[in-house]
């Protein structure tokens, strides 16, 4: 069956939409499903458009169980999923279990040329198969860079391969630098989506999110401020506080 994937607006109705980070912490599978279940409560309670389940702490198997729970019990929520090292494997979890869309980490510049082709022909093939967005990085946190090719090279390429670019800094709970959003943004031209992936703060969003189209939050939202913490109520309602700003 040959799909026809919804775009970025058509799947988030909401301007500057929010997508927040499940971890996966815990110390057993039980223990994960279990806080899972009360983060994902207590984000879209407060506001929070989207959830990605990643398998940070976990495992892909940690990650199913998680799945598994949102398809028979939320599945009217939207859900993503992004599997650290394993496209494919993201894919086929996104049909086994009808997630809403899928974020994966690079979809260009990461490959030498021989590897890339490879890579674009698997792309082609594997969203021609489901209706899951996804949503790409370029020059993504951690990844390499082996392409070759120039920023604006790979950010069309990237276009052809994804439904929204996601831009970062240089690390998980680090701010991406605001010249980088705007560099990316008159890149990749106003129309075409462009998502901050890390370092998004309260006292940042609007400055970011007055340039992008949207927003992946894991940090901020814990009492720690950082990915080992517990999701706090408070950082929840004050950031979104903010966002609601730039939807007035």
């Known amino acids: 069956m040959v799909y026809q994937n919804k775009t970025f607006n058509d799947l988030f109705k909401t301007c500057k939409p929010v997508l927040a980070m499940i971890h996966l912490k815990g110390?057993?599978?039980?223990?994960?499903?279990?806080?899972?279940?009360?983060?994902?409560?207590?984000?879209?309670?407060?506001?929070?458009?989207?959830?990605?389940?990643?398998?940070?702490?976990?495992?892909?198997?940690?990650?199913?169980?998680?799945?598994?729970?949102?398809?028979?019990?939320?599945?009217?929520?939207?859900?993503?999923?992004?599997?650290?090292?394993?496209?494919?494997?993201?894919?086929?979890?996104?049909?086994?279990?009808?997630?809403?869309?899928?974020?994966?980490?690079?979809?260009?510049?990461?490959?030498?040329?021989?590897?890339?082709?490879?890579?674009?022909?698997?792309?082609?093939?594997?969203?021609?198969?489901?209706?899951?967005?996804?949503?790409?990085?370029?020059?993504?946190?951690?990844?390499?860079?082996?392409?070759?090719?120039?920023?604006?090279?790979?950010?069309?390429?990237?276009?052809?391969?994804?439904?929204?670019?996601?831009?970062?800094?240089?690390?998980?709970g680090m701010e991406t630098d605001l010249e980088k959003i705007r560099a990316f943004r008159t890149l990749i031209g106003n129309d075409f989506p462009l998502i901050v992936g890390a370092g998004l703060t309260a006292e940042n969003c609007c400055s970011q999110l007055s340039i992008a189209n949207g927003a992946i939050v894991g940090s901020y939202l814990k009492d720690s401020y950082k990915d080992t913490g517990d999701v706090c109520v408070d950082h929840v309602k004050h950031f979104m506080e903010e966002v609601f700003k730039l939807r007035d």
């Open 27 to 172: 110390d057993s599978r039980e223990e994960k499903l279990k806080i899972a279940k009360h983060e994902i409560d207590l984000l879209l309670e407060n506001d929070i458009d989207a959830v990605i389940i990643e398998n940070y702490f976990g495992s892909t198997e940690d990650m199913e169980e998680v799945l598994k729970y949102i398809y028979k019990e939320r599945k009217n929520i939207i859900y993503g999923i992004n599997v650290l090292d394993d496209d494919k494997k993201a894919f086929e979890l996104a049909m086994k279990y009808d997630a809403k869309f899928i974020q994966i980490d690079s979809v260009a510049g990461h490959l030498n040329v021989e590897e890339d082709k490879k890579f674009h022909e698997f792309m082609n093939q594997m969203r021609s198969q489901t209706n899951a967005i996804v949503l790409g990085g370029v020059r993504f946190k951690y990844q390499p860079y082996l392409s070759g090719r120039s920023l604006e090279e790979d950010l069309t390429i990237a276009m052809s391969r994804c439904d929204g670019i996601v831009v970062t800094g240089e690390g998980t």
